[in-house]
């Protein structure tokens, strides 16, 4: 029978399939070929398939945490947070902080700041970028690997 908590968790799965998934092809797919451009040209790019997706991800990241808060407060395992032994509900939660704040604060707020910089040095935000996403998309991979074997029992 449905229940409220397995919708919790089939939304919470989808929202994270679509979020680390466009993460995923944007580090592995777009910022490689971008990358066969100049830094200019390839900026250009990357900001093109990011506006687009940013758009879409303002939808997907509050949703996986609000499923995933919501699985939290139904099965009342607040105290995992502070147990080693479920290291991957603080990586879930760190991971999304970072993506929200990004996504809703460092993005718009500093626009400007972040245009002027890649403008200025095109060729070093691209490294930085590509650093960034590299960086984020091990982070999820590892974040992925932990909870579906961490909520599966693998750790006990
Ligand atoms: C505020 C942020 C988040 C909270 C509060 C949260 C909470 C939860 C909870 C309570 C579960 C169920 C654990 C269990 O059944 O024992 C879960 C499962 C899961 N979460 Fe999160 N999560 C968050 C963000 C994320 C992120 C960022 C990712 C991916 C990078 C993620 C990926 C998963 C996966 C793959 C599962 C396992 C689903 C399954 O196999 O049944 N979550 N999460």
Do not use: C, N
């Not at 093109?48 to 879409?56: G, M, N, P, T």
């Not at 032994?85 to 603080?90: G, V």
């Not at 760190?94 to 929200?100: E, Q, R």
Request: net charge positive; no cysteine.
């Amino acid at each position: 029978m449905l229940d409220d908590l397995l919708i919790a968790r089939a939304l919470h799965v989808l929202a994270v399939v679509h979020w680390i998934g466009g993460v995923g092809f944007v580090t592995l797919v777009v910022l490689p070929l971008a990358s066969s451009r100049p830094a200019v040209e390839a900026l250009k790019l990357f900001e093109w398939v990011e506006r687009r997706f940013a758009a879409q991800v303002r939808v997907s990241i509050p949703l996986a945490g609000a499923a995933g808060l919501w699985m939290t407060y139904r099965m009342d395992v607040w105290e995992r947070f502070l147990d080693p032994h479920f290291w991957w509900m603080a990586a879930m939660a760190a991971l999304w902080a970072v993506f929200m704040t990004m996504v809703f604060v460092v993005e718009p707020v500093f626009h400007r700041e972040l245009d002027a910089f890649a403008r200025k040095d095109p060729a070093g935000a691209l490294r930085r970028v590509i650093r960034a996403h590299v960086v984020l998309l091990a982070l999820a991979a590892l974040t992925v690997l932990g909870a579906v074997a961490g909520s599966h029992g693998f750790y006990f």
